[in-house]
């Protein structure tokens, strides 16, 4: 046929133009290309002249600026008019196929058409991202012309009396409308920016965001295409191939996203609330304050969602429509054709397009790529509110912590545990229920939608499968419900696992010296076998769950189609068969959906329950002095009257961030003329109980002077500095501060409280870094010799997640926080407390008297040292709760001789104290001591830190771009190995086998189907099986019986397909039971027997994590991705497979779609991976800051920093959830490229199936399975890169499952050491060498000693002298490389480590007690009687405190031994050592963390009970071993001297007598 615009038909003359030109239908047609020639023809031109010096003069994110009104209203015009372009090229070539010859004018228009309207949108977007409107006049012109031509078109149908039943006159009619639409946005831009016709053109700034480079999250700038794409997110996702990415990455937050407007909207709502309700008790509601500040983004969610679900209706219709005309022949009566020529053309009505099954097939393309375009942005949205929501809440939260009642948080209301768990749980269950609410009300019209669809289908058997789904769909819940307490149950045991394991880690050098590692081992593994009983019963329902799953559409289908069988008349056919096994497959989701979305639903009504609880729980008292400045006139403030004039500030100057550095302070100083600061009258105060806990209060602070509160313990003094800052409740009575005083105080409390930040941080706190101030105040505080030994100076981390300092480093850097700020007012409570003598005389000296004073600061200072009244300006004596006495020490001494006098025999006590403490080593020492131990394998520690950190390093220094890039890209193939192995080769076996059975007897059933549908009743060729389909009755039996005869066959392979799916489930978790078992039993016996080297190089932390985390992840999370994982993936690969038998062709196809899915999902997955990273790393900071402002409350507020901490938490929530939504954004981004590819792979198959006219039945299932391939392509790539997160995990258990054992066994057998050895105690120390580390220097260096049995040693020398060494080599806990130590006759390097510890005693210097009994203390092996364990107590005085203690012997041991104080404790440790009546004992410095007085009982005791033993003293405290029968004393790992105490001290420069002259 020949080409030609017109068609040159038979008979008729299309070029003749009689009637008039415009009754010629293609005139009409040639016309209407005009306007779209016109477009391309100026739009061009425009387009290739290059834009690039056309860029706006704002510096912004430059294509991203969208301000033409209506904007987003144009893209969604010109997308419908897109998509009626192509159904008018669909039905221009339908209609074109009934005519004789090609009449290109039937279609050309509408092609042409399609791109001039893809060339306007693109002309469009490049114009408004340059910001040029004048451009947009072509627009103007095309849309007014293309208006005009199409109403020609439409007059001329109207008079040729076609009407809505043809299709194209509605085509015609939709066009007019959408140009006309169009026409009247353009209109409004011209209205609206005035830039032509208009003398003024409107001037536009871009939004603030915009401006800021900072932000990265652009999804609510870009235009609509990129929205729904996620276009803008290609650059971050391809570039994290290259380099890591950062938190620099990904920037900051649009301000609409902030937690501060989300919080600001949500707070707005909920005071609405409260002023709109009468009653003052009832609460506002946070569900409708929830409602009134995100309700329209929820609604915009659903619509998306309902719009989705119906969409996601037309695969299944679609399905049925191409296999039912696949057949059926196309040919159309020729009658039924003349009636249709108007114009000599032919017109089809719209049913008659719909049977084209290329066009359905077009058509199913198109559905699904919108169906899941909109489904992702439902989702999206839904997510994007939920984090704001949890942001608002965050700063909500945390604004009401702020102005807690502190008796609140002391009268223990409100817990620390509380405020996380609203933290951390609450806000996330609300967020989560936002995320899948739209569920609840999108799921039940989907499920009625399927129903309603599947009957008109199938009639009646349709409802009994519906009616199998509802039914089943309660037992669903039911496990889901299961699953959750099996959850908790799990947790509460794992939580008793992790203590008992820190407890051994904490004390395993004590285990391993008296050989008791296993049988704490075995404590461990004891809750862990409870642990991992309730992990059956979890890892049992989760298998159900997921065996319910796969099972339910089967039984469904079965059920319909056998009483289809039995019921209906007419046989099934391949349409409606897999129409309806699509429908199913479509239900299944919502209903097993539906159960999680209840069960979080309720969760979210308990949670909103706890918030709004928390939210209306009693802050401080607002009416107080808090809000009111009393300004104290001079004359006033010296007469000490109280008539103020009280003028109320703004409630919000406490947060104005100006309180802070206002320089007028300073200047104040030199003329202040007031001579009270604070002043209290008449007051009674309480924490909450209406019983004042202080009573009848009047004192005055003077200004500028030293004023001291003293009293006993408990007597109130703490709280009448709280008092004075408002702190707790008044009852009566006032509190005056000067006016300028009360925003300008300094606290140090009681309980020093620092921040997650470093040392500087902490003085600093806030204000401005002033070298010069900063020195002062360190060396006022002696805090230089700490900071040297910190492995970052100053700058090192400290607080909950740096490393632990002493009381008495917290506490002196509290101090100097005080003394740093630079205010008129210091309240210093009890800074003594954790300080030795030394330290406390140097920062009275230095700190208080020079630096305070001398700035002519207000100090007010609580202490019990009455040794430091003489310099107190003025004193304030308390007792029981009020003042006792007020003045100078003068007034004191001449007023009130009695308290002078008990002040002077306190004195005199202390003093003598002083003295002995001056003997003792001070604590001090000891302190940096500990903190020296702490980092003395620092270098070792560095090494070994983490494993991952150091691949990390090594890609950094990676300059060769690819290697890093297929390291970071490759799937951790060893690992999952490992893991596999570690659950059992038979359960590998078992899983890899069920899991193929399953997927072959699912594709089997779905064939037999296909076989069944297409059968035929008379043995006609299978080629066309439909001619007598609807003409047999019932009467035909011989049909009937071979129909059914189908029916056992697929009855059995139903059954044996939902037995393989509870088979596959369980071995999928048990596996994962397996596993988990092994790798943590091998974990704990590879760490408990490491030696004790391991513990000192690596981290306690590390260790613990992987106790804790990783281990959780490796018994709950793998099993369940591995089964997601394998699942998703099988089910893809046979649906290739099925297509690929129905339609070979399909496989020429599938090549560039598996290299288009290969990349996207490795770039995906390593992107993931590093947000999935930044969303962990910025977690947990925002957690901790909570507990620590609600841990911090008095002195944030009494130092005035509520706003700069609010800054920081917002700040925390911003960076935390621009990480969340970077990741889901990069979700959504997968999802959307891989359902794209899903819908083409349906497309394909789909036209293979129609050109290759295949059989109708396979037809049918190679569609229904391309269907099922969109919904698991992205749980594959998600699956992968979740599991590639976990296996990290199993690295790292893994790489502690390599370190070395201690050698147990020894080279002499159990058997031939004698059962009393060591009978005598006699040692022989010969030519000993000894070091921590085949790597390290040795630490002793050729010992020679010879100790006699029953010999009582001291060991001394300064501190890395080597005596602990010493002490260690005895016990064979270090690397004896040279020389030995003969106990009475045996090399102990040869015996069995069991053997040895088990028979030496040791005392350490740090005294452990586990958490337990009393008797677990002194003897776990419970081989003593009770008589031994009290004869051991009666010996180290502990036997009265014993008996009084509620079961005695079985007392309860809190952790750490926290109930009994340290030196009780020290002397528990003696009463172990005596329990085991070894001959030797050893003391390693056990005297050093003891008062004297428990140190005398323990030298009197070690005297007595040890006289016939030997007993090697290593001593800090020369004076404790000058009784000594012999002394060795130790320089650098050699032996200097050894003689007898009193030889050595008449030697006058022997070592011994110069460490005894200096105490050391």
Known sequence: ??????????????????????????????????????????????????????????????????????????????????????????????????????????????????????????????????NFPKLLLALFIYWILAFITKMIKLWKFADASLGVQHLRFCITALLVVLYGLLMAVEINVIRVRKYVFFANPQKVKPAEDLQDLGVRFLQPFVNLLSKSTYWWMNPLIIGAHKR?????????????????????????????????????????????????????????????????????????????????????????????????????????????????????????????????????????????????????????????????????????????????????????????????????????????????????????????????????????????????????????????????????LKGIKLLKLYAWENIFCDRVEETRGKELTSLKTFALYTSMSIFMNAAIPIAAVLATFVTHAYIEEVRLSPAKAFASLALFHILVTPLFLLSTVVRFAVKALVSVQKLSEFLQSDELGDDSWRNTEMSMSLEVGKKYKHHGDTKTINRKGRYRMDNYEQPMRRQLRPTETEDVAVQVNDGFFTWGSNLSTLSDINIRIPTGQLTMIVGQVGCGKSSLLLAMLGEMQTISGKVYWSNKNRYS?????????????????????????????????????????????????????????????????????????????????????????????????????????????????????????????????????????????????????????????????????????????????????????????????REAKSQTDDEDEEEEVEEDDDDNMSTTTSRRSKIPWKMCCRYLSSGGFLMVFLMVLSKLAKHSVMVAIDYWLAAWTSSNPHNQSLADPFINATNYTKNDDTQIAEHRSYVPVFIILCGAAIALCLITSLTVEFLGVAAATNLHHNLLNKIIHAPIRFFDVTPLGQILNRFSADTNIIDQHIPQTLESLTRSTLLCLSAIGVIAFVTPAFLIALVPLMVAFYFIQKYFRVASKDLQDLDDSTQLPLLCYFSETAEGLTTIRAFRHEARFKQRMLELTDTNNTAYLFLSAANRWLEVRTDYLGAVIVLTAAVAAIWTSSQSGLVGLGLTYALTVTNYLNWVVRNLSDLEVQMAAVKKVNSFLSTESENYEGSMDVSQVPKDWPQHGEIKIQDLCVRYDTMLKPVLKHINAYINPGQKVGICGRTGSGKSSLSLAFFNMVDVFEGKIVIDGIDICKLPLQTLRSRLSIILQDPVLFSGSIRLNLDPECTCTDDRLWEALEIAQLKNMVKALPGGLDAVVTEGGENFSVGQRQLFCLARAFVRKSSILIMDEATASIDMATENILQKVVMTAFADRTVVTIAHLVSSILEAEQVLVFESGTLVESDSAPNLLAQEDSLFSILVRTHK
Not at 15 to 31: E, I, R
Not at 64 to 89: A, D, K, M, N, Q
Not at 474 to 485: G, N, R, S
């Open 244 to 504: 890591p990415i950062e938190l620099k990455k990904i920037g900051k937050l649009p301000i609409a996203m902030r937690a501060l407007t989300n919080y600001m909207r949500l707070k707005d709502s909920y005071e609405e609330q409260r002023q709109k309700t009468e009653d003052p008790d009832k609460s506002p509601s946070i569900w409708k304050s929830m409602y009134r500040a995100f309700g329209g983004s929820i609604l915009l969610s659903s619509t998306l969602r309902y719009m989705a679900d119906l969409l996601g209706f037309a695969g299944p219709l679609c399905i049925s429509g191409i296999v039912e005309h696949l057949d059926s022949s196309t040919e159309i009566d020729r009658t039924n054709k003349t009636a249709n020529m108007t114009f000599g053309v032919y017109f089809m009505s719209s049913t008659e397009l719909l049977q084209n099954t290329s066009v359905l097939a077009v058509l199913l393309f198109l559905a699904l790529v919108l169906q899941r375009t909109f489904l992702q942005a439902s989702y999206y949205v839904t997510i994007e509110t939920g984090i704001n929501l949890r942001g608002a809440l965050l700063a909500m939260i945390y604004n009401k912590i702020l102005r807690l009642s502190t008796s609140n948080m002391s009268m223990g209301e409100m817990t620390l545990s509380q405020i996380n768990n609203l933290v951390a749980i609450e806000t996330n269950q609300l967020m989560w229920f936002l995320f899948l609410c739209p569920n609840l009300w999108a799921m039940p019209v989907q499920i009625i939608m399927g129903v309603i669809l599947l009957y008109y289908l199938l009639g009646d058997s349709a409802l009994i499968g519906a009616g199998v789904i509802l039914l089943l769909a309660p037992v669903q819940y039911l496990i889901a419900t299961k699953l959750a307490d099996t959850q908790k149950s799990t947790l509460d045991y794992s939580t008793d696992r992790l203590k008992k394991t820190t407890e051994i």
């Open 745 to 937: 105080v300094a606290y140090a409390a009681q309980k020093s409280w620092l921040l997650n930040a470093t040392v500087e941080e902490n003085i600093t706190f806030g204000s401005p870094f002033n070298k010069q101030r900063y020195k002062a105040v360190i060396d006022a505080c002696s805090l230089q010799p700490d900071i040297d030994l910190l492995p970052f100076g100053d700058q090192t981390e400290i607080g909950e997640r740096g490393i632990n300092l002493s009381g008495g480093q917290r506490q002196r850097i509290c101090v100097a926080r005080a003394l740093y700020q630079n205010t008129n007012i210091v309240f210093l409570d009890d800074p003594f407390s954790a300080l030795d003598i030394h330290l406390s005389d140097h920062l009275m000296q230095e700190g208080i008297l020079k630096f305070l004073q001398d700035d002519k600061r207000t100090v007010v200072l609580v202490t019990h040292k009455l040794q430091y009244l003489i310099h107190a300006d003025w004193i304030i004596a308390m007792k029981d709760g009020s003042v006792l006495r007020e003045g100078t020490l003068k007034d004191i001494q001449t007023h009130d001789v009695e308290l002078y006098e008990h002040w002077k025999t306190l004195m005199n006590r202390q003093d003598q104290e002083l003295e002995k403490e001056t003997e003792m080593e001070s604590q001090t020492t000891l302190e940096r001591k500990t903190l020296r131990r702490a980092f003395y394998s």
């Open 1 to 130: 046929m020949a080409l030609s615009f017109c068609g040159n038909d038979r008979g008729s003359n299309a070029y003749s133009v009689d009637k008039g030109v415009l009754d010629n239908g293609c005139f009409v047609d040639a016309l209407n290309l005009v306007p779209h020639v016109f477009l391309l023809f100026i739009t061009f031109p425009i387009l290739f002249i290059g834009w690039g010096s056309q860029s706006s003069k704002v510096q912004i994110h430059h294509n991203t600026w969208l301000h033409f009104p209506g904007h987003s209203l144009r893209w969604i015009l010109t997308f419908t008019l897109l998509f009626v372009h192509v159904c008018e090229i669909a039905e221009g070539i339908v209609s074109n196929t009934q005519m004789e010859s090609n009449h290109l004018h039937l279609f050309m228009p509408a092609l042409m058409g399609f791109i001039a309207a893809t060339t306007s949108v693109v002309y469009y977007h490049n114009i408004e991202t340059a």
